[in-house]
């Protein structure tokens, strides 16, 4: 099985940057979309961003022109950019990947960002 290891959270100040990692632990991670969820208490997870194996994005409406999700094939990895941070962006946030539709099968464990005012 595919491992998922998200790096790069903490904590920041409204306005500010955070860069995700999430490192696999194979490189059919090339062939895979991926993608950042995220889940503050209380809330079902929720799907920020992907990135298909071609390099096509999606954005939810909330971080368009804020985060940026990229990849690496190379490296077996995928990141996020996250600028002009609020504090409602504070939450846990996971690593997604797989074939085809999302979510795909293999999760991290989540890194938490927390953003404050």
């Known amino acids: 099985q595919v491992q998922l290891v998200e790096s790069g959270g903490g904590l920041a100040q409204a306005g500010g940057s955070l860069r995700l990692s999430c490192v696999a632990s194979?490189?059919?991670?090339?062939?895979?979309?991926m993608a950042w969820y995220r889940q503050t208490p209380g809330n079902q997870q929720e799907l920020v961003a992907s990135?298909?194996?071609?390099?096509?994005?999606e954005y939810i409406d909330f971080v368009k022109g804020r985060f940026t999700i990229s990849r690496d094939n190379a490296k077996n990895t995928v990141y996020l950019q996250m600028n002009g941070l609020k504090p409602e962006d504070t939450a846990v946030y996971y690593c997604?990947?797989?074939?085809?539709?999302?979510?795909?099968?293999?999760w991290g464990r989540g890194t938490q960002v927390t953003v404050s005012s």
């Open positions: 997604n990947g797989g074939f085809g539709r999302l979510p795909g099968g293999s």
């Open positions: 194979s490189g059919i991670f090339r062939l895979w979309t």
């Open positions: 990135i298909t194996s071609s390099g096509s994005t």
